[in-house]
C-alpha cells in the first residue's frame, strides 16, 4: 500500500467498518518502510512487533463492538523530539538517553487514544536546531523526491515518511519553521497552528520555549484538520494551552470556498527570494487572480527582518539546554552548527531576551496593519533552492543562510501559518507557498490551504518509489 493514494479520514474509516484491519495497515506500513528507508533515512527507530501487538488490540476491540477512536488503525510516525511510550527520545543526539520513554507527549497521547498505532520514531537534526535533516546520531535524511536534496527540518524523517508513503501521518514541531520547511520541500501541506492550540505540557518545558508548536503532519490540509481536532485543546500541565474553538475544524475544511481577497507580500519587505523560486510563487498567485481571488500586493509588511529578536530567544535556549557542556569532553561530540548556537546564546542577557520579547509586539502591530488588507497573507514560503546535502539552500546560485527566511518571524508573533505546495522548479523540485492568518484564525489559514491546494493541485503523487 502506498499512503500517498488514501486519505487519512477514509482509511480509519474502513478500518472501523472492519473493511480494512488495522493490522494490515501496520504491516502496509511497516513492508513500504523495510522497503524505502534504507535509502532516505527517515526513521530512528521502528517497533513491528509493539506495532502490531497495538494494532490487534484495535481490531480486538472492533469484534468486541469497543469504540476505537476516529484514527483507528492509522499508523503514526513520531518526531525524535517528544516521547513516545517504550521508545527513547533521543534528539539527534549523541549525548541522550537511551531509556525508553515511560510515557507519551501529550500530542502522542491524543493521537493514541484516537486509535493511532506508533510505528517508530523519526529523524531530526539534534535538538532540531537547523533547517535540514542531519544529525551526529543518525546521519543524512534524503529528500524522496530527489536523494541529493534534504527533506528541511527539523521535522524532516516525518516529512520524508510522508512524502515517500511509508506512514499516513506523522507528528512534527515547528519552532522556527520546522513543519512548515520539510512540508514546503517535500511537497507537502503543513501547519503551524498557533501557539498553545496544541499543549506543550508533560515534565519538561518545550524544547524551543515560546516559539514552540507541535502537531500532526499529513499529506493533504483535510487530513491534517482531521487530525488536528484529535490534538487541540487545553492540558493542565501547560499553563499557556488554549482552549477548543469552534465546531471541527475537520468540517470548516471540508466545506472550504477559494478566499475572496488575499495580500500577496513576496519579499515581506526585507527578503531576497530566488528569482525561480519567486516566478513559480507569482504564477500561482496569478492563476488564484484568474479564479477570482482578489490579491492586493503588499511590498512591505515588516519593515525589518525579525532574525535577530528569533535568534535571540532561540540560541537562549539552546544554551539552557547544553551550555553546561561548554568545554566538556562531551562538547565535541555535538552538532558543530549546534555548537555555535549554544556558545552564542550563553552570551545572550535577560535583557536581551526581553527586548526580543517587546519585538514581538512590534512585528505583530506591522501584521496587523497588513491584515486590514484582507484577511489572510501569501508569501514564498522558502526564500531559496532546496539545499543540497551538507549545504545551503541557493538564492539566484548562491548558498545562503537566509534561505529559510519567511518561516521565524512567525514563531515570534505566534500567528498560524501553513505551507501548500505550489508548483516545481526546472530540476522538478516542489516549491512552497505560506498562508498567514490573523491571531487565532487557525481555521482560516485551515480553509485557505484546503481550497487552494485543490484548485493548484498542489499534492501531485510522484513516482518515488
Known sequence: MDFRQHRVLDLAARVRTRELSARELTIAALERIEQLDPELNAFVTVDGAAALADATEVDQRLVAGDSVGPLAGIPLAVKDLEDAAGFATRYGSKLSSTAPAEGDSVLVARLRAAGCVVIGKTTTPEYGHKGA????LTGVTRNPWNLNRTPGGSSGGSAAALAAGMVPLATGSDGGGSIRIPSALCALSGIKTTQGRIPNGGPNPPGSGLCTVKGPMARRTIDTAFALDMCVGPHP????????????????????RLPTRVVWAPTMGFAEVDDEVGRVCAEAIARMEAAGVEVVQLDEVWSQDPLMPWWVMWTAL???TQGHLIGTPEWGQIDESLRFQIEWGAKVTGTDVIASIDAIHTFNLELDAAFEHAPLILTPMCAGQIPEIGHEGTINGEERPAWVSFSYGLNLTRNPAGS???GFTADG???????????????GVLQAMGSLEEMLDASPLAALG
Do not use: H, K
Open 429 to 443: 523540485m516542489p516549491v512552497g507557498l505560506q498562508i498567514i492568518g490573523r491571531q487565532l484564525d487557525d481555521v
Open 133 to 136: 535533516t542531519d544529525s551526529p
Open 237 to 256: 500541565t501547560d499553563p499557556f494551552s488554549l482552549p477548543r474553538s469552534g465546531s471541527p475544524w475537520y468540517e470548516a475544511v471540508a466545506e472550504a
Open 318 to 320: 539552546r544554551a539552557r
Open 420 to 422: 501548500i505546495n505550489c
